[in-house]
C-alpha cells in the first residue's frame, strides 16, 4: 500500500490518498507532535527510549509544513517552516498514526481526488 497523492487541504491538513482509493487526513500539528525522528521521539537504546524533552518555546512556524519530499518508495520527509525536516514518515508509520488519530472508531473520510 502506497499513496497516490499527497496533499495539504484547508491549510493546516494533510491528505493522503492511497492506491486502494481509501484516504487518511491528519492535522499538522498532529504529525508534527508525532514527528519519528530522534531529535522528537527519542531513541532506543538497550531497550529503554530516552525522549528529549518538549520544546518550551513553540513558534506557530512549527506546525507549517514548507516542503515534502518522497523518499523512494516508502516514506515521505516532511520540512517543516521552522527549519525542522528530519522526520521521515514511512507509509507504515503512517498508518500506525491513523489508528491512533482515529482512535478506534472506523472513522471513514470521503476520497479526495
Ligand atoms: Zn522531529
Redesign the pocket.
Known sequence: MRPKQIKIVDKDKLSLTWNDETSTIFSLKYLRDE?P?A??KGETILFKTFRPPKPTMLSPEMYKIKSIDVVGEYAIQIAWKDG?N??IYSWEYIKTLEAGVNNNTQQKYDTLI
Do not use: D
Request: aromatic share 0%; glycine share 28%; net charge neutral.
Open positions: 514527528c525522528c531529535g522528537c525542522h528530519t522526520g
